[in-house]
């Protein structure tokens, strides 16, 4: 039997006490904003059809919106054909969105209740959840550099104090649990290349199934796994495992949808709706006003997802040239500056007037952060030695950008990147110049090098596009009535 040294005994000590010591500290932040928006309701679409699943799942009546209870305060917002379905006053059977979330909150509600208390209780358990992203991030760091504790912390510190990531409980929405579990996933497909067994493989592939039971796009990361798997480790036989695995997760789901909609569904049906809204000809590529509205009058997920592609492969053909103006378009939008939600917010009057001085302060509070943790993520993984191991992360990148860049794209997308981008940022800081030496002497290593310089450059041009082209926009925020602004989404 082999003992532990007093060396390791010390160092799980030491890491045992970061580890609960980042997460108060997590924790205390993100739960500062909850307590002072106690009596805070719920905006935007998203958030309402989020709750209106929840509440129809804990009362027992399925996985259902719009209720007949629910209608008197949508209607106003948006006119339902009611006719387009058999409706049913418990609401209408839907699979527009996946379903993970919406349980998530059903089973907060099934103890807090459905009363107005609800959003504070649903954001106190938001704040408790995902105050675990620090400690994640710094065991991640560890499986990718076990070598290097400093690069961890500073990992772990940066997504414990990032401003975005500290008042994002505050959102009723699907990333409060995503990228939960995006980390766990990534954290125990590590754990199984190492223990090389197939109980680590199975439950690695159903942390990838329940990513996908909360954001459908997520099955492309899946996709790129089992490629690792296969090509990487070279291990063919746990490839099939966590197909499998994947499989019997979302499998239920699936057939769920299919016998409600009597053809074959996966498991959401939104896509068609995003593609229309994607390539509609007066949109950009990114969530707008007023075409998000035209498909959601409709109660028919079917008809809805069916009219959806129908319409954007028509929008493809007759400009075929837009598509790859659009994908960059979302490119840019993707890796955009973290001001869509602050802009929404602030000139709906959510806040009041706040002083220009300090509305910029404010501003660059939430901007900043991303410009210095993208970047220097950018030169720490092209530094990066290239092991089974850290291969995964471009690989996470490639399966998480790609489907956004040609379907739908909005700067929030981007957070379920930053723990990674911290860890390559943490290690970029503290590889300093011998990285760079190291890297620079070979000529694959310049290559790299150079590739992330053209990266940062690109990144830096389409922040100053970004702030050139909404110009006019930034300047009636800043003026004295910018509160009254009423910009949308």
Same mark, same amino acid.
């Given at each position: 039997?082999?003992r $532990?040294?007093?060396?390791?005994?010390s160092?799980?000590?030491? *890491?045992?006490?970061? #580890? +609960?010591?980042? %997460?108060?500290? !997590? &924790?205390?932040?993100?739960?500062?904003?909850v307590?002072?928006?106690?009596?805070?309701?719920?905006?935007?679409?998203?958030?309402?059809?989020?709750?209106m699943?929840?509440?129809?799942?804990?009362?027992?009546?399925?996985y259902?919106?719009?209720?007949?209870?629910?209608?008197?305060?949508?209607?106003?917002?948006?006119?339902?054909?009611?006719t387009?379905t058999?409706?049913?006053p418990?609401?209408?059977?839907?699979?527009?969105?996946?379903p993970?979330?919406?349980?998530f909150l059903?089973?907060?509600?099934?103890?807090?209740?459905?009363?107005?208390?609800?959003?504070f209780?649903?954001?106190?358990?938001?704040?408790?959840?995902?105050?675990?992203?620090?400690p994640?991030?710094y065991?991640?760091?560890?499986?990718?550099?076990?070598?290097? $504790?400093?690069?961890a912390?500073?990992?772990?510190?940066?997504i *414990?104090l990032?401003p #975005? +990531?500290?008042i %994002?409980?505050? !959102? &009723?929405?699907?990333?409060n649990?995503?990228?939960?579990?995006?980390?766990?996933s990534?954290?125990?497909?590590?754990?199984?290349a190492?223990?090389?067994?197939?109980?680590?493989?199975?439950?690695?592939?159903?942390?990838?199934?329940?990513?996908?039971?909360?954001r459908s796009?997520?099955?492309?990361?899946?996709?790129?796994?089992?490629?690792?798997?296969?090509f990487?480790?070279?291990?063919?036989r746990?490839?099939?495992?966590?197909?499998?695995?994947?499989?019997?997760v979302?499998?239920?789901?699936?057939?769920?949808?299919?016998?409600v909609?009597?053809?074959?569904?996966?498991?959401?049906?939104?896509?068609?709706?995003?593609l229309?809204?994607?390539?509609?000809?007066?949109g950009?590529?990114t969530?707008?006003?007023p075409?998000?509205?035209?498909?959601?009058?409709?109660l028919?997920?079917?008809?809805?997802?069916?009219i959806?592609?129908?319409?954007?492969?028509?929008?493809?053909?007759?400009?075929?040239?837009r598509?790859?103006?659009?994908?960059?378009?979302?490119t840019?939008?993707?890796?955009?500056?973290?001001?869509?939600?602050?802009?929404?917010f602030y000139?709906?009057?959510?806040?009041?007037?706040i002083p220009?001085?300090?509305?910029?302060?404010?501003?660059?509070?939430?901007c900043?952060?991303?410009?210095?943790?993208?970047?220097?993520?950018?030169l720490g993984l092209?530094?990066?030695n290239r092991g089974?191991?850290?291969k995964?992360?471009?690989?996470?990148?490639?399966?998480?950008?790609?489907?956004?860049?040609?379907?739908?794209?909005?700067?929030r997308?981007?957070?379920?990147m930053?723990?990674?981008?911290a860890?390559l940022?943490?290690y970029?800081?503290?590889?300093g110049?011998?990285?760079?030496?190291?890297?620079?002497?070979t000529?694959?290593?310049?290559?790299?090098?150079?590739?992330?310089?053209?990266?940062?450059?690109?990144?830096f041009?389409?922040?100053?596009?970004?702030?050139w082209r909404?110009?006019?926009?930034?300047a009636?925020?800043?003026?004295?009535?910018?509160?009254?602004?009423?910009?949308?989404?």
């Amino acid at each position: 039997m082999i003992r $532990p040294t007093k060396a390791s005994q010390s160092w799980f000590q030491s *890491a045992t006490n970061f #580890t +609960l010591r980042i %997460y108060g500290v !997590a &924790l205390v932040l993100r739960l500062i904003p909850v307590l002072f928006s106690m009596n805070m309701g719920i905006g935007l679409d998203d958030m309402f059809q989020y709750d209106m699943l929840a509440r129809s799942l804990v009362t027992g009546n399925g996985y259902r919106w719009y209720a007949e209870a629910d209608l008197a305060f949508i209607q106003p917002l948006i006119h339902l054909d009611l006719t387009s379905t058999a409706y049913d006053p418990r609401g209408v059977l839907t699979s527009f969105r996946a379903p993970l979330y919406p349980a998530f909150l059903a089973i907060i509600y099934f103890f807090a209740g459905v009363e107005a208390k609800r959003f504070f209780i649903a954001r106190l358990v938001q704040a408790v959840v995902m105050a675990t992203l620090a400690p994640l991030t710094y065991s991640l760091s560890r499986r990718f550099y076990p070598d290097r $504790p400093r690069t961890a912390m500073i990992s772990a510190w940066t997504i *414990a104090l990032y401003p #975005t +990531l500290v008042i %994002y409980p505050l !959102a &009723l929405v699907t990333e409060n649990l995503f990228f939960i579990l995006v980390l766990c996933s990534v954290l125990v497909l590590l754990v199984a290349a190492e223990k090389s067994t197939w109980q680590w493989f199975a439950l690695g592939g159903a942390l990838l199934g329940l990513m996908a039971l909360t954001r459908s796009i997520s099955l492309a990361v899946a996709g790129l796994v089992v490629l690792w798997i296969w090509f990487v480790l070279k291990n063919r036989r746990m490839t099939f495992v966590v197909i499998a695995s994947v499989s019997l997760v979302i499998l239920p789901w699936m057939i769920r949808n299919t016998l409600v909609f009597h053809r074959l569904t996966g498991i959401e049906t939104s896509l068609g709706y995003n593609l229309y809204v994607g390539y509609h000809p007066d949109g950009t590529g990114t969530f707008q006003y007023p075409q998000s509205l035209d498909l959601m009058s409709m109660l028919d997920d079917g008809q809805r997802d069916m009219i959806g592609s129908q319409k954007a492969v028509e929008f493809i053909k007759n400009d075929p040239g837009r598509f790859i103006y659009l994908a960059a378009r979302r490119t840019g939008y993707f890796f955009g500056l973290e001001r869509r939600a602050l802009t929404y917010f602030y000139s709906n009057n959510y806040f009041g007037h706040i002083p220009k001085a300090g509305l910029l302060i404010i501003a660059a509070l939430f901007c900043l952060p991303f410009v210095v943790v993208s970047t220097s993520g950018v030169l720490g993984l092209a530094l990066t030695n290239r092991g089974r191991e850290t291969k995964l992360i471009p690989l996470f990148f490639i399966g998480y950008i790609l489907p956004h860049i040609f379907i739908l794209a909005e700067d929030r997308f981007h957070l379920a990147m930053l723990p990674f981008l911290a860890i390559l940022a943490a290690y970029s800081w503290t590889s300093g110049w011998v990285k760079l030496k190291e890297g620079w002497a070979t000529r694959s290593g310049r290559v790299l090098i150079l590739l992330a310089f053209v990266g940062i450059t690109l990144l830096f041009l389409n922040w100053g596009l970004e702030l050139w082209r909404d110009a006019g926009k930034l300047a009636l925020l800043l003026s004295p009535n910018g509160n009254m602004t009423s910009f949308s989404y």
